[in-house]
């Protein structure tokens, strides 16, 4: 057995994952796609489908992370409290004016780190005090917001780091290095889903986690995991939105949790757990992104936004549940 | 993990491949084991047969490490061992194939098998696809299996999940250098017939290298497939048969411990129909997987419809209580015309449904026996929009004992009662209103043990005496042949025939299956 029928036995995997019904989003982003640029000139302007995708950068690394929680059937509600803590964390950590601190990447790096001890604790308090994930995660935003508060202590640090605020700023090939690193962190995403253990075990989670457990597996490692690599990724993209306003702000992560899970649901990732995936979540991203600036481009007002997107979020549940709808069925 | 140390054997007989003595559990009220003792010699097919309740599940679970026992003794080829887990009980060589399909449905069925024990195919937490495709292909290899092993399992037929889950309880050969001892529980319950002899002739490949213990409540599947049966009772075993030559009745004598009432379906209180007009008069039916059906019920008569899965007989049947919908045809009940756009027109008129998943369907598990059963006829229970309490306790209290329905009380929760009080309650349900002209019964008797079904039996009798014409779709021929008066046979969306069944001029098994295929 060679290495290319390993790739190719992989590839027939993801040929099947495609079926039809996984086909949906996609169709939908071209189309949706189609009929604004049909109905503005500038929604099809180059510099505007640049804007799109730049924009959608920050949002796209939290849904990566919330994404293996929502495979694994759980929610989290943390990203907000999360990426709050994050940005003052990096904040006050590489050259700013409220202290002397330098730490460059080393305070990244950090920020990263303390995102993971907040997925950790999710975890933790899911499967060591039993509290449901929703509860559980609220309240580790909460405590996210409150380091947050604390470290803000009133002043806003502003940031002077150069590498860092260069991210939002230079670009390579047309758009930002912001961008760049979500298309990193989706591959890296990506290959966590596919490749490792620890993907493809939150997947079985969310598809038979009493499986698991009769075939030997311990489920609670995994869990705890899984949850410490979503908080890994609300880490990161607290630095990022950081590195965008040129601040480190308690709201930082302010309504990305919401948009991350109706950026998912909308992609296909569903919220009971064991379908969908980083790709899936990726074109749920576009789809928020591209309705919510064609939306603007073609002259909604910008207060209808908030709105629009509950008004899709319930209505891609509603077309994914469309499929196993029967008489009678009973819905909690 | 100690190797159990290898007994000398004291005659020529091979050391037993698995024996149990005198293993006790007790749960709170309830002995479900009681010193049951048990051997399973190499490479035979052991049969274990019992009524539910009988002990068979705990038994099974205390073998693959599910269940600690309180007391008694293992002994995995003559040495004694203790077993806290699957993975323990795997590192014997023991595995279980349960009951309800226990396989990830989103995942490959190379996963699958190898769930658990992925050995080479996972190296530092990384998937090595080729790996687990090769692992897989020589588990599916050694029971022949054609099934791709990177095809998700939620594609695959039922037929070829199990033999996935075969494969995959076949990875304990990996952790253990001794024939494995492979336990298949209930694992024909979702096979077709053709299926079932598949997996026939896996079991006795199997035997080749392994030792298998079966366990079904289909007694005839027992004798067919295995080398002998052990039978339990009461937490007990209380004999042993060699196959060859047995017959079921003998197992079921065993099984419940007396000789058993010939009169299994109570045919001495079955009385002629002698109807005017029916209750029930369908004409035409039309549906998405039924056409043409006609079919009349008259008071006091019991109709069973017999087919094939898939000959729509199910969907007749919650057509006529208003939960499928119908393209064409006529509904009279005593000569009136009535439509069933939904359950509650259905109800109106008079007819009940006891549904085939009692625990999904029939029945709303933590609350009390007194809510199930006056779940349906409030106007029983209620003054105005008020629940009465005295009123609904006389009337549930009236019920349970005119049903003797064993229950410790009123308020106990219908999920702690065993399945056959569950069923008289979901069957009360129906007749506390007074009311009822028409019952569908969509497998009434299934998963119950020998007794409660001959009391489910019994209540239907007295049900029809009293003048309630009976649908009733049955778990087996016999069961149909035992009860109605009169058998439908469906084929593919239509009534292939029309047989009587009167008590002394029953037509035998035979004579049905030639219409339904």
Redesign the interface.
Same mark, same amino acid.
Do not use: C, H, Q
């Given at each position: 057995m060679t290495v290319t029928t390993g790739v190719a036995a992989s590839r027939r995997i993801i040929r099947r994952g495609a079926a039809f019904r996984d086909a949906g989003p996609p169709v939908a982003l071209v189309v949706i796609f189609l009929i604004f640029a049909a109905l503005s000139p500038q929604f099809r302007s180059i510099a505007n489908v640049q804007n799109i995708v730049d924009a959608a950068a920050v949002l796209a690394v939290v849904t990566c992370g919330i994404t293996f929680v929502l495979m694994m059937g759980s929610i989290d509600l943390s990203s907000a409290g999360v990426m709050g803590a994050s940005a003052l964390t990096v904040s006050l950590l590489v050259a700013n004016n409220r202290n002397d601190n330098d730490f460059g990447l080393a305070g990244i790096a950090a920020a990263i780190v303390l995102g993971c001890a907040f997925g950790f604790l999710s975890g933790l308090a899911l499967v060591l005090l039993k509290v449901p994930s929703f509860m559980a995660t609220l309240g580790v935003s909460a405590i996210g917001l409150g380091v947050a508060t604390l470290m803000f202590a009133g002043v806003q640090p502003n940031i002077s780091d150069a590498m860092l605020k260069s991210w939002a700023i230079d670009r390579f090939l047309g758009l930002s290095y912001l961008t760049w690193i979500a298309a990193a962190c989706i591959l890296a995403g990506w290959l966590i889903q596919r490749y490792t253990r620890l993907g493809r075990y939150a997947f079985a989670i969310g598809g038979a986690e009493e499986v698991l457990t009769l075939s030997g597996v311990r489920v609670k490692p995994y869990k705890v995991a899984v949850f410490t690599v979503a908080g890994a990724f609300y880490g990161l993209a607290g630095v990022m939105v950081t590195s965008q306003l040129g601040a480190g702000l308690v709201q930082a992560g302010n309504g990305y949790d919401f948009s991350a899970i109706t950026a998912a649901v909308v992609g296909g990732t569903l919220l009971t757990g064991g379908r969908g995936g980083i790709l899936h979540s990726t074109v749920g991203v576009l789809l928020v992104m591209v309705l919510t600036n064609g939306l603007v481009q073609i002259g909604v007002s910008p207060y209808w936004q908030g709105g629009v997107e509950g008004l899709i979020v319930v209505a891609a549940v509603a077309a994914a549940v469309i499929p196993q709808r029967r008489r009678n069925q009973v819905v909690k | 993990m100690s190797v159990p140390a290898e007994r000398e054997p004291a005659t020529s007989a091979p050391v037993p491949a698995l024996e149990v003595r005198g293993l006790v559990k007790h749960y709170p009220g309830v002995k479900a084991l009681d010193g049951v003792d048990l051997v399973v010699r190499q490479h035979e097919v052991l049969g274990l047969a019992g009524e539910n309740g009988a002990g068979k599940s705990t038994l099974l679970k205390a073998l693959v490490g599910?269940v600690t026992p309180d007391a008694g003794e293992i002994y995995v080829r003559g040495g004694a061992v203790k077993l806290r887990?699957?993975?323990e009980a795997?590192n014997h060589g023991i595995g279980m194939v349960?009951q309800e399909q226990?396989?990830?449905?989103?995942?490959?069925a190379a996963?699958n098998i190898l769930?658990?024990?992925?050995g080479a195919a996972?190296r530092r937490? *990384?998937? $090595?696809?080729? *790996?687990m $495709?090769?692992l897989a292909q020589e588990q599916l290899d050694k029971i022949g299996s054609k099934i791709d092993p990177?095809?998700?399992t939620d594609?695959l037929s039922f037929a070829d999940r199990q033999m996935v889950e075969i494969a995959?309880v076949l990875r304990i050969e990996q952790r253990s250098q001794h024939p494995p001892v492979i336990i298949l529980d209930e694992p024909t319950s979702v096979l077709e017939s053709k299926e079932i002899d598949t997996l026939f002739a896996q079991i006795r490949r199997l035997r080749e290298f392994a030792s298998v213990v079966f366990v079904s409540h289909r007694l005839d599947e027992v004798l067919d497939v295995c080398d002998r049966v052990t039978v339990l009772r009461g937490g007990q075993s209380v004999g042993e048969v060699a196959t060859a030559g047995a017959v079921p009745r003998e197992l079921h004598r065993m099984m419940i411990g007396s000789t058993g009432s010939d009169d299994h379906y109570h045919e001495n209180a079955a009385e002629p129909v002698e109807a005017e007009q029916p209750r029930l008069s369908v004409r035409g039916l039309s549906g998405k997987s039924f056409r043409d059906i006609d079919l009349d019920v008259a008071a006091g008569e019991i109709v069973a419809i017999v087919g094939v899965h898939g000959s729509g007989r199910e969907d007749v049947c919650r057509a006529l209580f208003g939960?499928?919908?119908t393209s064409a045809g006529e509904i009279r009940m005593d000569g009136k015309k009535i439509s069933l756009p939904n359950?509650r027109a259905a109800c109106a008129a008079g007819i009940g449904y006891v549904p085939a998943e009692r625990k999904i369907e029939g029945m709303v598990g933590p609350m009390s026996v007194a809510e199930n059963m006056t779940l349906t006829k409030q106007k029983a229970r209620c003054a105005g929009p008020f629940v009465v309490p005295k009123k609904q306790a006389g009337l549930v209290d009236r019920w349970i004992e005119r049903l003797s329905i064993r229950t410790p009380t009123r308020d106990t929760a219908i999920q702690r009662l065993s399945g056959g009080n569950q069923q008289k309650v979901v069957l009360a349900r129906w007749l506390i209103g007074g009311d009822i002209r028409l019952l569908l019964l969509d497998h009434p008797t299934r998963g119950l043990d020998i007794g409660a079904r001959s009391e489910v039996y019994r209540l239907m009798r007295e049900l029809a005496a009293s003048g309630v014409a009976t649908v009733l779709l049955a778990d087996s021929l016999e069961e149909a042949i035992g009860m109605a008066d009169r058998i439908l046979v469906m084929n593919d969306g239509r009534v292939a025939t029309e047989v009587g069944c009167p008590s002394g001029g029953k037509p035998s098994p035979l004579d049905l299956v030639k219409e339904m295929v």
């Open positions: - | 599910l887990s699957v993975v795997a349960f226990s396989l990830v449905p989103n995942l490959t996963e769930l658990g024990s992925e996972v937490g *990384v998937y $090595r696809w080729d *790996v $495709r090769r990177l095809a998700r594609t995959k939960i499928e919908p359950t």
